[in-house]
């Protein structure tokens, strides 16, 4: 049973770039989290979303970032005229209702350096 | 503003000891509580998880520890191994199961053999 699936692992943009990064939950998982670490920190929260909705983007800036989770295919977080900012570690992660307990399960990541 | 703290960024405990991780927070609300270990290059990975209905979970050698009154939690593992050796990392919801977990800084962990 193949865990939460990041693609790619490291990524490479000049500034100005665009960046895409995808994520493919577990199997049996309609929950999906992103979450960014920048160096010496935690993992902070970015969005949350089930099959073709946006549930909670509290955490997600304000501009050039956005997400979606389709009904066919993986969770893409979009990063667009990306900044030297930009550059961390995005984790995904996804749930499944298990009692009244959601553990999210994490991929990965995808390393993201903008140059 | 940091809602969930781990004031130690590292701890060093011998091989068949055991580790206490702790983790602090703030925010009143939050009522579900997760730890994951981390390895370099790699996702977290879900350890263990405590409601605050209860004040102890404990799972192989992994045990929570919740003080809701003192907005505290702890992680001990006993014994610890070389192949505990990871970043802990401290989560907290602020509701059950739901969406975003509010993570602390991480404490980096080393068993010595």
């Known amino acids: 049973n193949a865990g939460v699936m990041q693609n790619p692992r490291h990524l490479v943009r000049r500034r100005g770039q665009e960046a895409r990064l995808r994520c493919s939950p577990m199997?049996?998982?309609?929950?999906v989290y992103w979450y960014r670490q920048l160096p010496e920190e935690g993992l902070k929260f970015m969005v949350y979303l089930q099959k073709e909705n946006i549930i909670d983007e509290s955490g997600m800036p304000k501009e050039r970032f956005s997400a979606e989770f389709p009904k066919e295919g993986p969770s893409i977080l979009r990063i667009q005229q990306v900044v030297r900012g930009d550059s961390a570690a995005y984790f995904c992660?996804?749930?499944?209702?298990?009692?009244?307990?959601?553990?999210?399960?994490f991929g990965p990541g995808t390393r993201l350096t903008v140059t | 503003d940091q809602q969930v703290k781990q004031n130690s960024p590292s701890l060093s405990v011998q091989e068949g000891r055991i580790s206490i991780l702790n983790c602090d927070y703030t925010n009143s609300m939050f009522d579900y509580f997760l730890w994951y270990k981390k390895y370099p290059a790699e996702g977290p990975t879900f350890l263990i998880s405590?409601?605050?209905?209860?004040d102890k979970n404990e799972d192989g050698r992994f045990t929570v520890f919740l003080n809701k009154s003192a907005k505290h939690l702890s992680l001990h593992i006993v014994p610890s191994q070389p192949g505990d050796s990871a970043v802990y990392f401290c989560?907290?919801?602020?509701?059950?199961?739901?969406?975003?977990?509010?993570f602390g800084t991480g404490t980096r962990l080393t068993v010595i053999p």
């Open positions: 989560a907290a919801s602020a509701q059950t199961g739901a969406n975003n977990l509010f």
């Open positions: 405590i409601s605050s209905i209860k």
């Open positions: 992660a996804s749930s499944a209702v298990v009692g009244t307990s959601y553990e999210q399960y």
């Open positions: 199997k049996g998982h309609s929950h």
